[in-house]
């Protein structure tokens, strides 16, 4: 099975900019993959911020973006709020294995 | 409002059964795509199982694998885990999610201890 990599931990400074990445074992990541990602504070459920790659749901703030970036799948803040201090979640399909994989998470914390 | 509630949670043995449901509502649940996840206290998310919109095709995770069928029943809005072979390994909470739509359930808490 597949291993999706990310970050495990990362620190920004409110205000600033920070770019989450998402790996494959299998190589590049492509927008056949169709990227997720989930974020999930601590006591609560997860929640879809980005999908297919870069499409955003009603809910998710302006301030995050999905992109592909170098052969990973990327999730940026610009103008980090205290309240997107979270766990994020990359996911992706395998449409070849018939199988979706989640990274490990990131740790990010606003300080 | 959408709303995705799941149930069927509890304690259970080792090698035995338990069945979830997700009760689906404020959307149209008989053209979703839908998703088991599950994360293990303290633990990632991981996948579980997705489902197609008419229930015709189910794909698992290897971990579950001829142990989990996964279901639906559109006119009742509800979707379905059934677990068997239970091994304490498959402590978790349990979540429900409808993929692109981006909504999640609250979970249900499953314990397999003897």
């Known amino acids: 099975q597949a291993v999706v990599t990310q970050e495990p931990s990362l620190t920004v400074s409110p205000g600033g900019t920070v770019t989450l990445t998402c790996g494959s074992s299998?190589?590049?990541?492509?927008?056949?993959?169709?990227p997720y990602w989930i974020q999930q504070k601590p006591g609560q459920a997860p929640m879809t911020l980005i999908y297919?790659?870069?499409n955003k749901h009603s809910w998710t703030p302006a301030r995050f973006s999905g992109s592909l970036l170098g052969g990973k799948a990327a999730l940026t803040l610009s103008g980090a709020q205290p309240e997107d201090e979270a766990d994020y979640y990359c996911?992706?399909?395998?449409?070849?294995?018939?199988?979706?994989?989640f990274g490990g998470g990131t740790k990010l914390t606003v300080l | 409002e959408v709303q995705l509630v799941e149930s069927g949670g509890g304690l259970v043995q080792p090698g035995g059964s338990l069945r979830l449901s997700c009760a689906a509502s404020?959307?149209?649940?008989?053209?979703?795509?839908m998703h088991w996840v599950r994360q293990a206290p303290g633990k990632g998310l991981v996948w579980v199982s997705r489902?197609?919109?008419?229930?015709?095709?189910?794909i698992y995770a290897d971990s579950v694998k001829g142990r989990f069928t996964t279901s639906r029943d559109n006119a009742k809005n509800t979707l379905y885990l059934q677990m068997n072979s239970l091994r304490a390994e498959d402590t978790a909470v349990y979540y429900c999610?409808?993929?692109?739509?981006?909504?999640w359930g609250q979970g249900t808490l499953v314990t397999v201890s003897s």
């Open positions: 996911l992706l399909s395998y449409t070849d294995v018939r199988a979706r994989v």
């Open positions: 489902i197609n919109s008419d229930g015709s095709s189910a």
């Open positions: 299998t190589g590049a990541v492509a927008s056949g993959h169709s």
């Open positions: 297919d790659t870069s």
């Open positions: 999610d409808s993929g692109p739509l981006g909504y």
């Open positions: 404020g959307f149209t649940f008989s053209n979703s795509w």
